[in-house]
């Protein structure tokens, strides 16, 4: 009854939508279980792209059930828009998709009060999706669950309460409408999401206990955790493996294997501290390269050197046993490769990521310098195709993170795939 949780290691977009493809292959059940639609994960298969939002990326193999976990936050009519959009190029949806009853849901003024607060004076940057009003809303015990959102009484009951605790924020007039926008769909996103609706924490204790395979999957990255990320310029949930198991309703104890995704640079999108982040000339050629625009807003992504210090805290919080090190073919051509190894700060040498919002400003990296590799890396397929720098590259990270890396990827598509170290990754 293996577990596998599968999260990002740095600030999102590590390329998690191809690796949890990739392993889809050998799950049975493969699980959201925080974020929402905020997150892009593209996926390239069979010569198709597909850019999933709110679906797990496991929907695009026949055999394997997804569901959309507790700790996620759903938007109905996002989520419409992605599954006929899923239909529409083949892919059966229905009978393969289960959304929790716990799962908590974005609303029309979710999305306006993240509007708002964006164009205030303390912006984070976020992907104006709702995602941290609907928290909010969640943490403050007045939000919609979808098991409320299919009781009509209810519903009504509720967004009038969570409204009225917006109306200071929003005014009288906009709430209002907000609320007529909410009931305006209401009919027909509520018939939409109910045949979906399921206890999936049940659902999924119940294919562990006939022997399935769980793929947990995680939207974002470690440090745009609420708690351990770079706090306030997070998301509003919980990316760490810790919270696959509060996000999917399985203990903590059923998980028995967690794979880290990395890019071999570093990218963020947003507002917020990147210590390593590159002058723009290099970064403009690597995000040129890399295709560095977010998959759900379309944001050029800021670029960055491999980061050590946050990459330990990463495997660390996460108790990462193992690496999918991706975007090493974008490398390719860079000239000598910068990786930071700790910051200096205050006189101090730091070789974790700090706490203080002002070490996270101020620490500056200490590089050092490997040497760069070149030749095209997307068609290798296995390790010892690769060039010898880029092998030396790979075994020095894994080195210094005391952590292997079991899929080195070279392209966006399935093939594009090496497998490095041994064993299973099902722990
Ligand atoms: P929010 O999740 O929309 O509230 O945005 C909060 C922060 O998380 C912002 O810096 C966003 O750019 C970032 N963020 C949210 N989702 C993603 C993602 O899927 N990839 C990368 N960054 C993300």
Redesign the pocket.
Known sequence: MPVLTVIGAQ???EGKGKIVHYLSQGADWVVRYQ?GD???HTVVFGGESFALHLVPSGILFSRTRNAIGNGVVVNPAALQREVRGLEERGIRVRGRLYVSLQAHVILPHHLALDRHREQGRDV????L?G??PCYEDKVARRGVRVADYLEPETFRELLAGALAAHEAELGRKEAARLKREALADYRSLRRFLEPFCEDTGRLLAAALSSGRRVLLES??GAM?DLDHGTYP????SNPVSGGAGVGSGLPPTAIDAVLGVAKAYTTR????PFPTEMSESLAGRLRDKGREYGA?TGRPRRVGWLDLPQLRSAVRVSGIGRLALTKLDTLSGTGPIRVCTAYRWKNRLLRDFPASRRAQREARPVYRELPGFSGELSACRNFAELPAAARRYVRWVEAELHCPAAIVSVGASHEQTVLHSEGSLWG
């Open positions: 600030w999102g977009d974020g905020n997150a892009g984070i940057g976020t992907t999706k995602i941290g939207a974002q745009l310029y997070v998301t509003s999108v947003g507002l917020g759900t």
